[in-house]
């Protein structure tokens, strides 16, 4: 069991309380060419309540540049357009 999933999407979550309800707001991320929102749109309140973007906010070049910084293994990986650590599991059912 996990309280939340950090993923690698490119998206913004923003915490918005209507009326007395807690809700997330899905938005653009900055850079428009790796924007994935459109991508999570389909998802419920409930998945992105567990659901963090923690490089959502940065464009592409800068989470490379990050990557050289820091001298992660996977700095010089091609970009990947699927799930691949999910295999054949849907996203919105690997967040349920």
């Not at 309380?17 to 850079?31: E, F, V």
């Not at 990557?67 to 990986?77: I, V």
């Amino acid at each position: 069991n996990f309280d939340y999933v950090a993923t690698g999407h490119y998206a913004q979550l923003l915490d918005s309380n209507d009326s007395g309800i807690s809700r997330k707001r899905l938005l653009r991320a900055p850079d428009p060419v790796k924007d994935q929102s459109y991508f999570l749109a389909a998802l419920k309140q409930e998945q992105l309540h567990r659901v963090l973007f923690p490089i959502g906010h940065l464009e592409k070049k800068m989470v490379r540049e990050l990557a050289e910084e820091f001298d992660l293994p996977n700095k010089n990986r091609p970009d990947s357009q699927g799930l691949c650590f999910l295999g054949k599991v849907r996203f919105d059912e690997f967040l349920a």
